[in-house]
């Protein structure tokens, strides 16, 4: 069962690093030694704060307790803990999180913004269960983001298609319709289940910005041999497939960056050319 609230901690203080990223802003840390290519970045990114703490938030940490109980699995510490660090070096002004499930990797977003005294203009969540939508519209009154921040309940594949869809239909002057996101994001965070992490990615990609950063985890690979009958295992076999599908063509238009950390490698994209 779902807790009621499983949010209603005291707020941390206050915090922030800095690397600036979007429209008309230089892509480049102010701690960076002298120039540094444009495919050197990721790797200056994904480098650990050591100005960070450490602790998993506190609200985070009490809904990391609540996944726990209902068995719902989510990336590891170390994980959150360096996109937390990449992302308060990037300064976003709008972040995009797909697959933000009850809120564990949001609430570790929030409290960045909170610490540092800077959030973004704008930030959506993208969650297909509707009652984990409701804890997310919790989580953000929490942390007073409600005028800034908006969850985007739905088929993240399906909501992918139709906004580009949308966005064609304004390039030929046809009426636009509504779309919930924005014209692009300056970090995207796209989290899913193994077998459908790789598509995500490749809906999601053309709404980074060009000065943006695509944050996720590399998927299970599979282990073993699989029965063709087993849908389960052939699923992921497929997904991974996927994955070093849209891995190869993503590099002939992003610069990528593996960085191995425990409980999973994080892997982020930066578009080729500003």
Known sequence: MLSQDPLGLNPPTRRGARLDVGDERPLFMADLPGEVDRDEILG???????????DEPEIAANIHAQLQHMGLSTWSISVHR?????????????????????GHRTA???????????R????????????????????LQRYDAMAWAKVVVGEPGQLAAEHQA????????????????????????VDAPSPQRAGLIASYLPL????????????????????????????LVNGFNRWIEVIGDSKNTHHL??????????????????
């Open 166 to 189: 949308w966005q064609l239909a304004a390039a030929t002057n046809i009426e636009l319709s509504q779309t919930p996101f924005e014209p692009g994001y300056d970090v995207i965070i």
């Open 108 to 118: 570790w977003l929030l409290d960045q913004f909170e610490r540092a005294g800077e």
């Open 82 to 102: 360096r996109i937390r660090d990449a992302i308060g070096r990037l300064r976003p002004k709008t972040v995009l999180e797909v697959g933000a499930s009850i």
């Open 208 to 235: 980074l910005n060009p000065n943006g950063v695509m944050f996720t985890v590399e998927p299970d690979m599979p282990s073993g041999d699989i029965d063709e009958n087993d849908e389960v295992g052939m699923a």
């Open 44 to 54: 200056h990114l994904l480098a650990k704060d050591p100005e960070q703490p450490r």
């Open 257 to 274: 960056a593996f960085m191995p950390l425990f409980g999973g490698t994080v892997v982020a994209w930066l578009p080729h050319h500003s």
């Open 120 to 139: 973004p203009t704008t930030l959506t969540l993208v969650e297909q269960g509707g009652k984990f939508g409701v804890i997310l519209q919790r989580l």
